[in-house]
């Protein structure tokens, strides 16, 4: 819990922590998207990975040297004396997060069985919550009163915790020789180059326009990820994302819905921040604590609003809960304006969405996997985990056709702001369609 709680807190703390970082590095903002993205990128990419090499090698230790890499490459961001190599840590970072999440739930799987399985992996969201609750605001605190630097420092006693404990208590466990996991390396080199030309062409078009520098790049990406699908069909079973769980149609609408719900999460929870720091001129503290709301109120209602999936239909709730998030980002929208304040501008609709997302994740990872055979309900979990961090990455990336004209204008960024949340709350709108229209209640609740 303490070494995947570790992704939760640094993307928060980041979040909070951007406009210190770009002021002191001189950066753009293309600059500070990459800050985002180089620790999003080999996340998003490599995950699968991590979980198969953890399934082959020892789940253990494969955990041990993504904990070991995280916490090398948070010091290394800590003292990072360029932008250039900050950048290079982050992605340290990602790699060792990719080790870390899929294998630190893989354990818990291992380790526990019936109730009390439920119960650990419970307690293991739990945890989650709670420290991307209490991220925004310490990390405000320590950037106020110190600078950003420390607030990479300060995650640095949880690393060394979860080492501690994790080398004297955890079990080492892996697969059978018979069902350990072919290997996916062509898969994985071509979904990172893929990935990394498309965000890199969608950073750069808001400066660079048409030219070759923006559109030669994202061009690459997009046939590396074409011939990344044309890999694993190849591949079937054996690759990284089998295709074949995409032909179940409840499966394809929810993956729809994880990758349009979290592309509009993942804006918002970068951009409000930013805008809150340099047009409203919150110190890093009170943008943190602005968004407290959010990650408290999903905590408290996940588990309750869980157990109304069985009453009224996990179909319905995955319908309702992205209906609300449009809401909210709608009622955000409308309010947003120059002369705003916090509490009629930007609470009323966080509340909604809040509210809405909470009835989104909670039935969101049984009905994943019951949408498919019970072999793949592992790899459904582990591409819907995979399409969240891509959505969030995209969404990142795509961040740039506001900041550009927003940092130096404040006015621009609050309209921006605006704009972007209206977007959202289209994003939000498509995927409750995209389950309405496409998920079985009857293969999502079996």
């Known amino acids: 819990m303490l070494g995947s709680s570790l992704a939760f807190v640094m993307g928060a703390i980041i979040n909070v922590a951007l406009p210190q970082m770009q002021s002191d590095f001189g950066t753009d903002a293309a600059g500070m998207q990459w800050i985002v993205n180089a620790y999003l990128l080999p996340l998003s990419a490599l995950v699968l990975v991590g979980g198969a090499l953890g399934d082959r090698y020892g789940r253990k230790r494969l955990f041990m040297l993504g904990l070991a890499l995280y916490a090398a490459a948070t010091v290394a961001c800590a003292l990072a004396p360029s932008l250039s190599l900050l950048l290079a840590a982050r ?7 990719a ?22 992996i419970g307690t293991w969201a739990a945890a989650g919550a709670i420290a991307g609750a209490a991220a925004p605001l310490a990390g405000g605190v320590v950037v106020d009163l ?57 950073i750069a078009l808001p400066d660079a ?14 046939a590396a990820l074409a011939a990344f ?8 079973e054996e690759a990284m994302m089998p295709l074949g769980v995409f032909a179940s149609a409840s499966f394809s609408g929810i993956s729809l819905l994880t990758l349009l719900l979290y592309a509009a999460l993942g804006a918002l929870l970068v951009l409000l921040p930013y805008m809150l720091i340099n047009t409203f001129e919150y110190g ?9 709301p959010f990650p408290l109120i999903m905590g408290s209602l996940s588990r309750r609003i869980g157990g109304l999936a069985t009453k009224f239909g996990m179909r319905r709730m995955l319908t309702a809960g992205p209906l609300l998030v449009a809401a909210g980002f709608a009622l955000m929208a409308w309010r947003t304006s120059a002369d705003m304040t916090y509490w009629t501008g930007i609470l009323p609709g966080l509340v909604v969405m809040a509210i809405g997302m909470a009835t ?7 009905a994943v996997m019951n949408a498919v055979e019970a072999r793949f309900t592992g790899v459904a ?3 819907n985990n995979a399409i969240s961090r891509t959505a969030g990455l995209i969404a990142t990336a795509l961040l740039g056709f506001v900041l550009t004209g927003g940092a130096a204008d404040s006015g621009a960024l609050v309209s921006g702001f605006a704009a972007t949340a209206w977007v959202c709350a289209a994003l939000a709108l498509a995927a409750s369609a995209a389950v309405w229209f496409t998920v079985s209640e009857e293969e999502i609740a079996s």
């Not at 080199?189 to 062409?201: K, R």
């Not at 699908?229 to 079937?236: D, P, Y």
Request: aromatic share 6%; no cysteine; proline share 4%.
């Open 91 to 97: 992605v340290v970072q990602g790699v060792g997060a």
């Open 99 to 120: 080790l870390l999440a899929p294998n630190s739930l893989a354990i818990l799987a291992d380790a526990f069985s019936g109730e009390a399985r439920g119960k650990a």
């Open 146 to 202: 110190l600078d950003w630097r420390w607030a990479f420092a300060i995650v640095l006693p949880l690393a060394m915790s979860a080492w501690v404990i994790g080398a004297r208590s955890i079990a080492e466990s892996r697969e059978d020789a018979k069902d350990r996991p072919v290997l996916d390396t062509a898969g994985a080199a071509l979904v990172t180059l893929g990935l990394a030309g498309t965000v890199y062409g969608l």
């Open 209 to 222: 326009g048409a030219q070759l520098s923006a559109i030669g790049p994202l061009a690459l990406g997009l």
């Open 229 to 236: 699908l044309w890999i694993e069909h190849r591949r079937g």
């Open 284 to 292: 890093a503290t009170a943008a943190g604590a602005a968004m407290l």
């Open 360 to 366: 989104s994740v909670a039935p969101l990872t049984t």
């Open 381 to 383: 979990s582990g591409i």
